[in-house]
């Protein structure tokens, strides 16, 4: 016990003298999390999109002509580490605004502990509904379009076809879950003739991707949603290819059309799967052209929507700290409030009523073009045609 | 008709897959008695290698010669492994060598992307097995009848070698009986390291195999490893034929539970192995091993209670910590008190694991418990903070009555596998049980009162608490109870013939541990504010055993300062680098080597022999045991 207690001191001291070197008058300071270790295939590129966005920031002057700094934290993939992560920036970093986070597990731990201590926080890719409605703070914002307004943009193309005979897969977890329950019930209201005839929900990463293409081919679906993404879907892609459970079935499936999910698919890429995703090889935009050839300039590499999502993070921070000209939390949500900022999509806006961007996600049919997956006929989609009406939104959300 | 056959193949296929890497895991155990960690560290080299390997060979040839060069390489890598780390802690405590294959895995985890880069990994089809066999309108992948081939040819070619050859005969005697094949004149070491090759390559030919219907990336090690530990248990240690079976079983079940309960693959395994260990506590064709003939007691240096000096010093450092709010941030107030709170959670594991010898490989569950008691009194019933503290961990101890019953039945690695199988499933429980426990969105808002809200209170509470908690645990040490528990994991025989009701107190032991890890829990979740099922997960159980090993098991403080150097270790390297698991695996297998005792066993054993006090009792050791 004795030296137990010594360690310990030791240790806060080292880490008291460390918090209090970095403090300069001139820096503005964004404490970034994210998932660096356990998802790498998704954050190297988001991390290379806020690095840009920052090196941009401070080339135009900086915040009201202070540099803008950000600093970077692992979660390891954990709740309780994301927490200790964010502590650490808001007590020992002095930052100003926490950001980031990919697992939605993870981005309600981060808005739980933000809301707790009164810090602003700007989530930038966990999905779930809960961040802005059921669970929604007003410390929160969120950039990413949601697993609703996703949903109902797959909804809108899956409507039109003439399938009745539906099946559902995707990992059991709550993104999986809720995922598939906003597309049944959205499209059951567009389409009450329609069945759901199976669902399978393999576990997230440990898919067994044999029996469960068996178990839904046997149900024999007119058309299938897919929610699995990463390792998960490959298996079930290839398994399916093989046992040609895709032949004459539509396939509407959430992510997909993101190159870090499509790319690895290479020549198995199945062809006319309705997708969300990112076709940066055909925006044809000034805004997006523009970020795509600074993006390559600096890394000789082409974005991945994870890069769009760091980089927008980023900038619209900044944008937040500008116009509320102080690091006080409530100014910065007073600011970040309605705000309207440009991005490579377009301008988009976070909504006053639930702290959800406008930012929205390109829909469109995978293709097969020498060798490689890629979006055909994608057309993008603003996220603010696909949220509910104002009435049920303060509905969905708890009163501040 | 044609359905469920097609269904049944396509489980024997996945069943084959499981095998491979499995029997090479059993055949290790078997005859080393390491739990091979890292097992899952050598499937997952052995896709990449082949992965790159297939990738610029071409044809046929270049597929399958890949294939089999990628297996033969990562074979080499054990080899060295083997050599190089493995064969400096083989007399160390049981379990110590877990400690090293897990720094491994931490390590190959990062390498991996350092060297193959972030993106998943797709390759190529396998030669002449691309298309499927239609079987009245089913589709039959041609690989999976490969594989279905593969696995009985696996196992024949692995009967063969341990019934028909003098390799084999002797790896089956050293499985029975280590101690007498060494005593025969069998070079031991060079057995050791062939055992190893040969699992570790089948683990690496497993991984290669799934090139063509799986993606390569960085987290199919841990994919892997619990569920062939699983298999292993169920088809009974050692038993390739048993590791055969109980793949089979798991993949059947799977491809037809899935068929009426869609989200039973999250479990199912856990619950296979649960109701297997039950019935059959040595697994399905395990046997009961031999009483160990060597009493562990002796080889440790004798437990004695503090002395007045150092009770004295004890609490003078407890003054110290206690004065940390006045020189430290809030942040380094924070993180002395998650480090307090493992103090509590590694030192309930340790009191069973060191005081009981009951290894848990789940002891997570019971903290995890403790943090949902605390959600489900705060969140429903409402209740003041110090109530909920109070009663909180109540539920780890009910979990922990419940499940330790079963439990200590089982002794050895079968007790850890079915701890491992509890706390599966009360983690499933949370996971799934959305309507209550929020599944994986967890529950929120569960922070503490005003008198506890600011980080130095919070931090003197969780330093309070945890230095009651290990108090009293040491206590309990050196009462007759302890006593007695020390009997029991010493000579269960012995002990029994004199009258303790050992399975009792185990029992109490297991309760013992798990409240005390549910008040852990409890004080976690006040800290964080929140509670997730990662709260009783693999991982944590897994830190918690790290912290233990690291500290020495043999000790009695061990689990306390394990549990501070990884604990600050462990924040410390996240928030440094983004290559924390490569710097903390590196740290790992060095003290495993530079201290094979863990740090408090080292430290101890060189204060013991400086000590002059002591020579009568080290003679006495030292001639009982030259007397075996």
């Not at chain 2, 009981?356 to 789940?362: N, P």
Request: charge should be positive; charged fraction near 15%; glycine fraction near 10%.
């Amino acid at each position: 016990m004795r030296r137990r207690t010594m360690l310990a001191a030791g240790l806060g001291l080292a880490v008291a003298g460390l918090a209090g070197a970095a403090r300069a008058e001139d820096v503005i300071k964004i404490g970034e999390i994210n998932s660096y270790s356990l998802l790498p295939a998704f954050t190297e590129p988001y991390r290379k999109g806020w690095q840009l966005a920052v090196e941009e920031v401070n080339a135009a002057g900086g915040i009201n002509g202070k540099k803008l700094v950000v600093v970077s934290k692992d979660d390891s993939g954990k709740p309780a580490d994301a927490q200790t992560a964010a502590n650490e920036l808001v007590s020992s970093e002095n930052v100003a605004m926490l950001a980031g986070t990919f697992l939605s597990n993870i981005g309600l731990a981060v808005s739980d502990f933000a809301n707790q201590k009164k810090v602003f926080f700007l989530a930038a890719e966990p999905l779930t509904d809960a961040i802005t409605w059921s669970k929604g703070n007003k410390y929160t914002f969120r950039l990413r379009p949601s697993n609703y307004m996703q949903a109902a943009m797959l909804v809108e193309e899956a409507a039109k076809l003439p399938a009745k005979r539906w099946a559902t897969i995707a990992p059991n977890y709550e993104y999986g879950q809720s995922a598939v329950a906003v597309f049944k019930k959205l499209l059951s209201e567009k389409r009450p003739d329609i069945q759901w005839v199976d669902e399978q929900w393999p576990p997230q990463g440990k898919i067994d991707a044999g029996p469960v293409v068996q178990a839904v081919a046997a149900a024999n679906p007119e058309a299938i949603l897919n929610v699995t993404f990463g390792a998960d879907l490959v298996k079930l892609v290839r398994e399916g290819n093989t046992r040609g459970l895709f032949k004459d079935r539509k396939v509407v499936s959430f992510l997909t059309g993101e190159p870090e999910y499509l790319d690895p698919l290479k020549e198995e890429t199945p062809e006319g799967w309705i997708v969300t995703g990112y076709p940066w090889y055909s925006i044809k935009t000034p805004e997006h052209d523009a970020f795509l050839k600074a993006y390559q300039a600096k890394y000789n590499d082409y974005p991945r929507l994870g890069s769009i999502v760091g980089y927008q993070t980023i900038k619209s921070a900044a944008a937040i700290l500008a116009k509320a000209g102080s690091t006080d939390a409530d100014k910065l949500i007073a600011a970040a409030e309605g705000l309207s900022v440009p991005s490579p999509f377009g301008e988009i806006t976070f909504r006053k009523i639930d702290h959800q961007s406008t930012l929205g996600a390109f829909v469109g049919k995978t293709a097969l073009k020498d060798g490689k997956g890629i979006m055909v006929d994608s057309v993008y989609r603003k996220g603010s045609d696909y949220l509910p009406s104002d009435a049920e939104v303060a509905k969905l959300r708890p009163k501040d | 008709m044609a359905f469920y056959f097609v269904q049944f193949l396509t489980g024997l296929a996945s069943a084959a897959s499981l095998f491979l890497v499995a029997s090479g895991l059993s055949i290790i155990f078997g005859v080393t008695r390491i739990v091979n960690f890292a097992h899952g560290a050598f499937y997952m080299l052995g896709a990449y290698v082949a992965f790159s390997l297939t990738e610029r060979l071409s044809g046929p040839l270049g597929f399958w010669g890949g294939i089999v060069v990628a297996a033969l390489a990562v074979a080499v890598i054990g080899v060295l492994v083997e050599i190089v780390l493995l064969r400096r802690i083989y007399h160390a405590p049981e379990l110590f060598q877990l400690l090293g294959t897990f720094g491994l895995t931490l390590m190959v985890e990062d390498l991996v992307v350092l060297i193959w880069g972030p993106d998943d990994l797709v390759g190529r089809r396998a030669p002449g097995f691309k298309g499927a066999v239609d079987f009245f309108g089913q589709n039959i992948p041609s690989y999976d009848l490969f594989l279905i081939a593969l696995g009985p040819i696996v196992l024949g070619a692995l009967w063969l070698l341990f019934q028909r050859t003098r390799w084999g005969i002797l790896v089956r005697a050293a499985t029975q009986d280590r101690d007498m094949v060494a005593a025969l004149g069998v070079n031991q070491k060079w057995l050791f390291t062939s055992v190893f090759a040969v699992g570790v390559f089948l683990a690496a030919l497993g991984g290669a195999l799934q090139i063509p219907r799986d993606a390569v990336h960085h987290a199919m090690d841990l994919r892997i490893i619990v569920e062939v530990f699983v298999v292993v248990v169920i088809g009974g240690l050692g038993s390739i034929l048993g590791a055969f079976v109980a793949a089979v079983l798991v993949s059947e079940l799977n491809a037809f539970g899935i068929l009426i309960f869609p989200t039973i693959s999250l479990i199912l395994v856990f619950l296979v192995m649960a109701v297997v260990l039950v019935v059959r506590p040595w697994g399905l064709f395990g046997r009961k091993e031999a009483p160990a003939r060597r009493t562990p007691g002796l080889t440790v240096i004798p437990w004695r209670p503090l002395s007045s000096v150092e009770r004295l010093a004890s609490l003078v450092a407890l003054a110290f910590a206690a004065m940390l709010p006045f020189v430290a941030g809030n942040y380094a107030l924070t993180v002395g008190s998650e480090i307090a709170i493992f103090v509590i959670f590694a030192a309930s594991l340790h009191f069973l694991m060191a005081v009981g010898g009951l290894a848990s490989f789940g002891h997570a569950a019971y903290f995890g418990l403790g943090a949902y008691g605390v959600a489900f009194l705060a969140k429903m019933a409402g209740l003041p903070m110090i109530a909920c503290l109070l009663l909180g961990p109540l539920l780890g101890a009910a979990g922990a009555a419940v499940f330790g019953a079963f439990a200590v039945q089982l002794s050895g690695v079968y007790f850890a596998m079915l701890t491992l199988a509890f706390a599966q499933i009360v983690w499933s429980i949370a996971f799934q049980w959305v309507a209550v426990t929020g599944g994986d969105n967890g529950i929120l808002g569960l922070w503490p009162e005003k008198w506890a809200a600011s980080p130095s209170h919070f931090y003197w509470l969780a330093l309070g608490v945890s230095a009651f908690v290990v108090s009293v645990l040491r206590l309990i040490t050196f009462s007759p109870f302890g006593y007695a528990l020390r009997g029991m994991r010493d000579s269960p025989l012995r002990s029994e013939s004199i009258g303790i009701n050992g399975k009792r107190i185990q029992w109490t032991a297991f309760i013992i541990a798990g409240t005390t890890a549910g008040i852990g829990g409890a004080l976690f979740a006040y800290l964080k504010g929140s509670v997730f099922p990662d709260n009783m997960g693999i991982s944590l159980s897994v830190d918690a055993l790290v912290m233990v090993l690291l500290g020495g098991v043999e000790t009695v403080p061990g689990a306390i300062f394990g549990a501070i150097v990884y604990k600050a270790l462990n924040i410390w390297l996240v928030s440094q680098t983004d290559w924390s698991k490569l710097v903390l695996g590196i740290f790992i297998v060095l003290i495993v080597v530079v201290f094979p005792k863990g740090i408090v066993g080292v430290v101890e054993s060189i204060m013991h022999r400086r000590r002059a006090v002591a020579p009568k009792a080290a003679a006495l050791s030292a001639k009982m045991e030259g007397a075996q």
